[in-house]
């Protein structure tokens, strides 16, 4: 069964630091896994995506992330946060061979000036 | 510019009157999906479809219908709204998974749904 979790509702860093938005996911066969960024009062935007062939991935406007299969984990990072990263984040899940998507609780990230 | 449309984007309705919100996408994906989203909850999935016809439950189909007669197009009705509806609900579309496609999906815009 899949499953993913978002480990914090909330995170504020200043600007000019770094970014780590945290992700747990459980998953039955090989995982197909997204972090998608969502503006106030916008769509859902994709971010980026692991698709096994290769553990560190990257992404738009400088996010990465890093599929760690020994810890489940699949963590978002940004060297240097920028007042335009405010946003929610969403950790999703979706087993190879199925149609489901398991979407996360979100991460709100704030950006303090 | 490849879409995924959605309307309407904005409405509020009464309890038991019949709705449609309609979701068209010109990316000639074959899966389509409807998700909800509630604060504290993340997106959960309502409906989804895996072609013409091909229509399955998600993880929160209750008081939800959903047809899929074109490629393009994918309606998702209540028949009878319930305040326990009101959300804000986002279509979604993907191409089909292959090993060479991880199926990334593409997002409408939301519409906002209020039912008193």
């Known amino acids: 069964a899949q499953s993913v979790t978002q480990l914090d509702s909330h995170v504020s860093v200043s600007e000019g630091t770094p970014v780590l938005l945290r992700c747990n996911y459980s998953s039955s066969y090989s995982p197909s896994l997204f972090w998608y960024v969502q503006h106030p009062n916008k769509g859902l935007q994709l971010l980026l995506k692991y698709t096994s062939a290769a553990t560190l991935v990257k992404g738009i406007n400088g996010f990465e992330a890093e599929f760690k299969k020994s810890e489940t984990s699949f963590h978002l990072t940004k060297p240097s946060a920028h007042m335009s990263d405010a946003a929610e984040y969403f950790c999703?899940?979706?087993?190879?061979?199925?149609?489901?998507?398991?979407f996360g609780t979100g991460t709100r990230l704030k950006v303090l000036a | 510019e490849a879409q995924v449309t959605q309307n309407p984007r904005y409405l509020i309705t009464v309890t038991g009157k019949k709705l449609t919100v309609t979701c068209s996408q010109n990316m000639n994906h074959e899966y389509m999906s409807w998700y909800r989203q509630d604060p504290g909850l993340g997106l959960r999935q309502i409906y989804y479809?895996?072609?013409?016809?091909?229509?399955d439950k998600g993880d929160v189909p209750e008081g939800y219908k959903v047809s899929r007669k074109e490629k393009r197009n994918f309606p998702l009705i209540l028949e009878s709204p319930s305040p326990n509806q009101t959300s804000l609900y986002f279509c979604?579309?993907?191409?089909?998974?292959?090993?060479?496609?991880?199926?990334?999906?593409?997002f409408g815009e939301g519409s906002r749904l209020t039912v008193l």
């Open positions: 479809s895996m072609n013409v016809e091909v229509t």
């Open positions: 999703v899940v979706s087993d190879r061979g199925t149609y489901k998507y398991i």
């Open positions: 979604a579309s993907s191409l089909s998974k292959t090993l060479a496609n991880t199926g990334e999906l593409f």
